[in-house]
């Protein structure tokens, strides 16, 4: 079977990135630590065995430090979050992809093995989520697209996990659920990290 692993980034510009953090620390700080977070995706999903595509929140970078041989570059289509996602996945199944994951650049605590589990899961799911503590996911992965899904009140919200549980269960497709992971969205949430280490 075919993998594909989806990582949505937002192009690093100062100022638009960890806007919750920039409000306490400043614009400069949160974007270091966003170029941190950066490298730390890049680390970890490098070498894994699938093949990887990165979406730009504004604009395709191609001289920016995703490499261009490991990683296809392409820009979300701008809508809500959740069309965007909708939209990236279909996107993957529609060239043939049997397997798509995708996850974001904001969990710290996001491992290549947590990423492999997730492609494994779907051997035996039609869906596997990685709840984050704040309400939200850190990963979703289909093996059919599938848009009620994402069809959530307020993506900034609380209870979008619990929301898209619900629209799962909803269809009746089987789940598997990772490890509950932070999301590093508040300065808090930089708490038992280096990111604040310069």
Do not use: C
Request: no cysteine.
């Amino acid at each position: 079977m075919s993998s594909r692993l989806i990582i949505f980034a937002k192009n690093p510009i100062i100022g638009k990135t960890k806007t919750r953090i920039s409000r306490k620390l400043g614009d400069e700080v949160a974007l270091a630590i966003y170029y941190r977070l950066i490298n730390k995706a890049q680390r970890i999903t490098s070498d894994l065995p699938f093949d990887k595509v990165v979406y730009y929140s504004e604009f395709v970078d191609t001289e920016d430090s995703w490499d261009n041989s490991i990683y296809d570059k392409r820009q979300q289509v701008d809508r809500d979050l959740g069309a965007r996602m909708d939209l990236a996945i279909r996107e993957q199944f529609d060239e043939g992809f049997d397997k798509v994951v995708l996850i974001g650049t904001d969990i710290y605590e996001l491992t290549s093995s947590i990423i492999k589990q997730a492609f494994m899961a779907l051997d035996n799911s039609d869906v596997v989520l990685g709840p984050a503590k704040e309400g939200g996911y850190y990963l979703i992965g289909m093996k059919n697209a599938d848009s009620s899904i994402f069809d959530i009140t307020a993506w900034s919200a609380h209870s979008v996990f619990d929301e898209t549980l619900k629209n799962i269960k909803r269809t009746y497709r089987t789940y598997t659920l990772l490890p509950e992971l932070n999301d590093i969205d508040e300065p808090e949430d930089l708490e038992g990290t280096d990111l604040l280490t310069f």
